[in-house]
Nanobody
């Protein structure tokens, strides 16, 4: 049975940093494309950052480029999302997702498995 479990601190002040982790079981993160998505209240789920399955290329949404970094720890079968210079508009529920054959990284329907989500609040 595949499980993706997000973890990390949930509250940070504007300008602060936070690292989310996505621990996988039942699949090997090295064999799947991994995406981080977020969903704010009243808004559609949007793609944030992606890690390509084949060669490990990374992709970022324009809104987070230069502030967020996605990385993978194969030994721990975990994917991390380091978030720096956080802004109030980054407040959302963050989800990790894994897809075996992802053609468009930013499309949620391309992914096969999802975590339960982790609330991140950026507020003073």
């Amino acid at each position: 049975q595949v499980q993706l479990v997000e973890s990390g601190e949930g509250l940070v002040q504007p300008g602060g940093s936070l690292r989310l982790s996505c621990a996988a079981s039942g699949l090997n993160v090295d064999s799947y494309a991994i995406g981080w998505f977020r969903q704010a209240p009243g808004k559609a789920r949007e793609g944030v950052s992606f890690l390509d399955r084949a060669v490990g290329r990374t992709y970022y949404a324009d809104a987070v480029k230069g502030r967020f970094t996605i990385s993978k720890n194969n030994a721990e079968n975990t994917v991390h999302l380091q978030m720096n210079s956080l802004k109030p508009e980054d407040t959302a529920i963050y989800y990790c997702a894994a897809g075996r054959r992802v053609r468009d990284y930013s499309v949620p329907a391309e992914y096969d498995y999802w975590g339960q989500g982790k609330q991140v609040t950026v507020s003073s």
